[in-house]
């Protein structure tokens, strides 16, 4: 059954198609500006093999005074960082101290992030964080380094979908204009190692002559 997602009354010129995706005929520019505008939702995937992880460890300190032990965290958190330094790239994403509440004295945190492409190594490197002195593994997330190819190869799909949607709304749809609404990786690889890229637009569809 065809279905019409939104139809708007618009008087105002469309602009080009994005990423490329202009019309390319005259029929199409003068359809622009018959005024009936037809916008649809679509949804593009696709599948890439994730080669970069990124692993995140906390480095926790107590102690009653908060000067020494800020200074034992600190110096901590260089001993974990010199261990993830030998797999990958370490940053600094977050550093806290307060008092403790639930202990007498202060808790200092420190969070680490290694950004590596040993992905087959995650086990270990998580366990070298540990033995190196952190308390915490937060998890892995995983990339890909290629992100722009990963993102162009999702959005082709949507435009892919968008023109399969139009062609069940009604005959001689032309595409004037595809607005990105977003754009999901998933950060978790999948069992075959692959993690998927979502993207989701609005595909601005008028009546060709």
Not at 158 to 177: I, P, R, Y
């Amino acid at each position: 059954m065809k279905k019409i997602l939104s139809v708007l009354a618009v008087a105002a010129v469309l602009l080009p198609v994005a990423a490329g995706l202009a019309p390319k005929s005259a029929s199409a520019a003068s359809a622009r500006s018959a005024g009936c505008q037809y916008v649809i939702t679509a949804c593009g995937k696709t599948e890439v093999q994730a080669d970069t992880a990124v692993i995140t460890v906390g480095i926790e300190s107590f102690g009653l005074s908060l000067a020494e032990t800020q200074e034992q965290n600190i110096e901590t958190a260089k001993q974990v960082s010199d261990a993830l330094a030998a797999y990958g790239t370490v940053q600094e994403s977050s550093f806290s101290a307060y008092p403790s509440y639930d202990k007498k004295g202060y808790s200092v945190n420190t969070t680490l992030q290694c950004k590596t492409d040993k992905i087959n190594a995650v086990t270990e490197i998580a366990r070298a964080a540990a033995q190196a002195g952190a308390t915490s593994v937060y998890g892995t997330n995983y990339c890909v380094r290629d992100v722009a190819g990963a993102e162009r190869a999702a959005l082709k799909a949507a435009e892919q979908e968008a023109l399969a949607k139009a062609a069940s709304v009604a005959d001689g749809l032309v595409l004037v204009q595809l607005r990105e609404i977003s754009c999901n990786p998933s950060f978790r690889a999948a069992a075959n190692g692959k993690i998927t890229y979502e993207v989701y637009v609005e595909a601005v569809f008028v009546k060709g002559e």
